[in-house]
């Protein structure tokens, strides 16, 4: 089953397109690009696991002991960073646009501009 976190991946990037696509409403855009993120964190799991190997802590560990590239988990944990802190700036902008505009609908704003 090597390729199922791969299949995931490609469903979960699929979903978080196709809810972008068809969002009528500027929070759930932003909660479908969350979902679309999330892909990459899968991707990079799975890029980076290693069956049978032990994590990255070689302090009792065999030198022969395949161990877990630590590198894919913190590239994994940045994305999470990153992920959230663009979030929280896509909401305030939502918030920001909605106190001011009074739509969240992006279709809308988009006529305002004109």
């Known amino acids: 089953m090597d390729f199922l976190p791969y299949v995931v991946s490609a469903w979960l990037f699929g979903v978080g397109?196709?809810?972008m696509v068809t969002a009528r409403n500027l929070i759930s855009l932003?909660?479908?690009l969350v979902v679309t993120q999330s892909s990459t964190y899968v991707l990079l799991l799975a890029i980076g696991y290693v069956?049978?190997?032990a994590p990255p802590i070689f302090a009792s560990v065999p030198s022969s002991t395949p161990a877990v590239d630590p590198v894919v988990q913190?590239?994994?944990l940045t994305d999470i960073v990153v992920e959230a802190t663009v979030t929280?700036?896509?909401l305030t902008f939502a918030v920001r646009a909605h106190q001011?505009?009074?739509t969240l609908d992006p279709r809308e704003?988009?006529?305002l501009r004109d």
């Open 30 to 32: 932003i909660m479908a």
């Open 74 to 76: 913190a590239l994994t």
């Open 17 to 19: 397109v196709v809810a």
């Open 88 to 90: 929280a700036l896509l």
């Open 109 to 111: 704003l988009r006529a």
């Open 51 to 53: 069956t049978g190997a």
């Open 100 to 102: 001011r505009f009074g």
